[in-house]
């Protein structure tokens, strides 16, 4: 059995990368490994202040390295992939020259506009580069890094949630169709759009995040001025499957997203996804999904008033060939061997 010490800013909350990370530290230890966790925040096994988005100062070296031990392996988290705390990232990436490690990235620096102008990650020959998509395998690739893709991947037979009790706890009748964007409100998740889906349908609008970036004044615009009701944020005691459970329409108007969660989880609930074309989008969906454009309009009233069960089946089966959970360990264990074997 390997110990494996999993690095990020923040892990065990509500944001992609530590809903992924999850589901990598479950896998491991599934294969039998020891996992230990360690972020700036969040409900991890040893909190290293430093490193956390937004610290006002560095990590301790000593308390890092501490921190990660001696383990067999080391996983990044997008730290060393985003600035987002540069004396973190160059903490990281020191302490780990000559030790085996795993550099999963969810975005790259370039993908960001703000960002454009940054290099990209260290490299190391003992080190493994892991993308969450083909684009980003070719651009790392573009800069001299060799990479593999391994795709976030979905439990495709969640639990059945609640339509009745998380309608009702956000005052949604019966009848009323409700559009859902669950997700962070942030610039790029591309609100204004998803809202006016709702709108142009007659729906209800539900944001479940909160907003960050800065995002709140123009959230609070946007929300104030829709002609349409709007629910924000996830009343207390309701799951994943309680959103999906009462929603209609999913709504993924993002203009960029490393993935893009949402995607695979409406088909793995069984909902229509109202999806604006990013890059990533392009390769999800050239698996053979069938998803609609946010300007559809009256295929989705067609849809939601008579749901179509052969498009949604087929869906399902396509998520089940490349992005089923029950896929991941295996992926990570060739991972994992050709780095111990290299």
Partial sequence: MATVAVVSFRLGMSDGVSVETDKWTAALRALGHDVSTVAGEGPVDTVVRGLEIGATSPPDPDELTEAIGDADAVVVENVCSLPLNVPASDAIASILRGRPAVLHHHDLPWQRAHLAHIDGPPDDPCWRHVTINALSGRQLAERGITSVEITNHFDLDPPAGNRVAMRAALGVRASATLVV??????PRKNVAAALRLAERLGAIYWIVGGAEDGFGPDLDRLLSSARTGVRQGLPDGFSVSDIYAAADVVAMTSTWEGFGNPTIESVAHRRPLARNRY???????????RFFDVDAVGALEKFIDRPDEELLDENLAVARSTYDLSLLPGELSALFTDLWNA
């Fill in 181 to 186: 964007q669950p997700m962070r409100a942030i």
């Fill in 279 to 289: 890059p990533v989008m392009d390769e999800i969906e050239g698996h053979g999904f």
